[in-house]
T-cell receptor, first 113, second 113 residues
Framework: DTAVSQTPKYLVTQMGNDKSIKCEQN?????MYWYKQDSKKFLKIMFS???????INETVPNRFSPKSPDKAHLNLHINSLELGDSAVYFC????????????FGSGTRLTVV | DQQVKQNSPSLSVQEGRISILNCDYT??????FLWYKKYPAEGPTFLIS?????DKNEDGRFTVFLNKSAKHLSLHIVPSQPGDSAVYFC????????????FGTGTKLQVIP
């Protein structure tokens, strides 16, 4: 039973399209995150939600909109996809603000053509 | 502005020997540090952490050393095993306020049987 699951695992789409990535965690954690790993393998935080409230919003284009319907889910919607959005997107969760590490999903590889 | 740096993109070690992975950081406000391990097509998994009030933390074959004056930490794996072959990410965070963990770019470790 996967702790943090993301769907889809792979996503290939054309420029200008709108797409969503879904994330669900069954760990009972109250904080969830989206990270982006770009072509340089740099893992960079995008958003963080704590109990459905947005608490971290890095300098991400507003074409990216996270949505947390409940504390077990954090979805990422991307409008007007661009070539530079191609990356691996990781969802993660933690119990509060912990120094003991996050639990990551297996990632969604997004390719924009 | 890359606040966490792993200057060695790859490292090869013979099975049974010691693997030493290095990490440097620039932000003196970081007060806890983590190492993650990542296999291909999987998300990063938490390995070990250390608080800034310590200079060493050990968990089985894994030991993390922290040198605050040098803003440097290292992960030692002894003895190295082929199953340790993965990408290792160093990460750092600040425990006050809204936390976000900043990752390095990773070091790919290959343990040769």
């Amino acid at each position: 039973d996967t702790a943090v699951s993301q769907t889809p695992k792979y996503l290939v789409t054309q420029m200008g399209n709108d797409k969503s990535i879904k994330c669900e965690q069954n760990l009972g954690h109250d904080t969830m995150y989206w990270y982006k790993q770009d072509s340089k393998k740099f893992l960079k935080i995008m958003f963080s939600y704590n109990n459905k409230e947005l608490i971290i919003n890095e300098t991400v284009p507003n074409r990216f909109s996270p949505k947390s319907p409940d504390k077990a889910h954090l979805n990422l919607h991307i409008n007007s996809l661009e070539l530079g959005d191609s990356a691996v997107y990781f969802c993660a969760s933690s119990q509060g603000f912990t120094s003991y590490g996050y639990t990551f999903g297996s990632g969604t590889r997004l390719t924009v053509v | 502005d890359q606040q966490v740096k792993q200057n060695s993109p790859s490292l090869s070690v013979q099975e049974g020997r010691i693997s030493i992975l290095n990490c440097d950081y620039t932000n003196s406000m970081f007060d806890y540090f983590l190492w993650y391990k990542k296999y291909p097509a999987e998300g990063p998994t938490f390995l070990i952490s250390i608080s800034s009030i310590k200079d060493k933390n050990e968990d089985g074959r894994f030991t993390v050393f922290l040198n605050k004056s040098a803003k440097h930490l290292s992960l030692h794996i002894v003895p190295s095993q082929p199953g340790d072959s993965a990408v290792y990410f160093c990460a750092a965070g600040m425990s006050g306020g809204y936390q976000k963990v900043t990752f390095g770019t990773g070091t790919k470790l290959q343990v040769i049987p």
